[in-house]
Every structure is written in structure tokens, then in C-alpha cells.
């Protein structure tokens, strides 16, 4: 299965025990925080769908889902895996304080897993890299998740093409570190992620409306 994702996970305790079966949406600090993450833009609230629908949002669409200590976003504009994605990312690692947060990225077209994580709002690794260009960017100390695929590099093996497979390193991330579980996987008390609710938000140019006001 080919993943495309452009997802932010953050939570205040173990990402196990943070996501999990029965957690109820705070409609209101979800549609606070769009805001935030858009403040020239008029957001409005488009009801409510499951984190399998939202992993790859188009570019007029948000995705929020805020649990009180634990959040989640999905937003396009983490795809471009640039400066933009990065301020992205800090800020949203800011929204919930005192928490982990963790972005992922894979992206299809390059075939490439971008991942950042953050503890207390201060970026402790980022890391990118592509099946053809291999490891473009490798900054911080690794995390456990980790130590499996970056073996045959660190034993001399070059990095053109990726001797790893870029989704499964992205997504052995996310278990470890987003989510406390594999994004398919359900849990003995039912929870399954990708069946998260989330709030969906339209993106509306002000500009756009305020000439259409005339």
C-alpha cells in the first residue's frame, strides 16, 4: 500500500495511553487553533470525518482533531517539506504546551518520509530522506524507532538508492512515537486510528470572499 501522509500528533503522556478508545473532540479548541494556523484565511467548519479520510487533505482543507492533552493535524502544506513545513510544525508543536509532538510526512511523489519531533516545544530531530537522493537532511539524535534501518548505513553502506524502505521507517515512527500504535492497527480495547474523529475545516480566501461581497 502506497501511503500518503502530512500528519502532526502531539500529546502531554505516553502517545499509548494519549490516543486511545473514547476520547471525545473539543469542537471549540479545534476550530481555535485553524484559526491560528490560518489567521488570514476565513476557516469554516465543514463537520466531521475519521483520520483515514484526513492523512492526505487537499489544499483548500484542514483537518483538527484537539482531545484535551493530545492533538492532531493534518495539513497539506507539511508536503513541502520546507521552511514554510517547518514554522508549520513548530507552531503546532506549541499549540499543546509541555507536550511530545511528532510530524510525518510520506510523500508519494518523491517517495520520501520527512520526519520532526519535539519535546516541550523544541525540535530534537529532524530528518528527510528519499528512496533516489537518500538522506537529505539528518539532524539530531536518532530515536529508537529508528535504530533498525539506519544499520546498513552506519555499517558503510551507501545511501543511494535507500537501502530502506522510506514508508515502513515513516510509519514504524508513528507507532513508536505519534500514535503509541501502527496507524492499522486495533488495540484490545477497540481503538484504531485511522478511526480517530477529526474536525474538517474549508480554507476560504478573505480576499476572495470580500470580492465576492461587492
Known amino acids: 500500500m502506497a501511503w ?9 503522556d505516553d502517545p499509548a495511553g494519549a ?6 473532540p473539543d469542537l471549540d479548541a479545534a476550530a481555535d487553533l485553524a484559526r491560528r494556523l490560518y489567521p488570514e484565511s476565513a476557516i469554516v467548519e465543514s463537520g466531521d470525518t475519521v483520520l483515514d479520510f484526513a492523512l492526505w487533505p487537499y489544499e483548500d482543507e484542514l483537518f483538527v482533531g484537539a482531545y484535551g492533552d493530545a492533538l492532531i493535524v493534518c495539513d497539506r502544506r507539511l508536503y513541502g ?16 504546551p509541555g507536550a511530545t509532538c511528532g510530524v510525518l510526512v510520506l510523500h508519494s511523489v518523491v517517495s520520501g518520509c520527512w520526519f520532526r519531533w519535539y519535546e516541550r516545544d523544541r525540535p530534537q530531530r529532524d530528518v528527510f530522506v528519499t528512496v533516489e537522493d537518500g ?40 507507532r513508536e512515537h505519534l500514535l503509541g500504535r501502527g496507524l492499522t492497527e486495533r488495540g484490545r480495547d ?3 486510528p485511522l478511526e480517530l474523529s477529526v474536525r474538517r475545516f474549508k ?10 461581497a461587492h
Open 4 to 12: 500518503s501522509i502530512a500528519l502532526a500528533c502531539a500529546s502531554i
Open 19 to 24: 490516543f486511545r478508545q473514547g476520547l471525545i
Open 81 to 96: 517539506v520546507d521552511d514554510e513545513a517547518r514554522r508549520l510544525a513548530d507552531q503546532i508543536a506549541a499549540a499543546l
Open 135 to 174: 538522506v537529505v537532511v539528518d539532524l539530531g539524535e536518532r530515536l529508537p524507532a529508528e535504530a533498525p534501518f539506519w544499520k546498513a548505513i552506519d555499517e558503510g553502506a551507501p545511501d543511494v538508492p535507500l537501502p530502506f524502505d522510506y514508508e515502513q521507517y515513516g510509519l514504524a515512527l508513528a
Open 190 to 192: 477497540g481503538f484504531l
Open 203 to 212: 480554507i476560504r480566501s478573505l480576499t476572495r470572499l470580500g470580492g465576492n
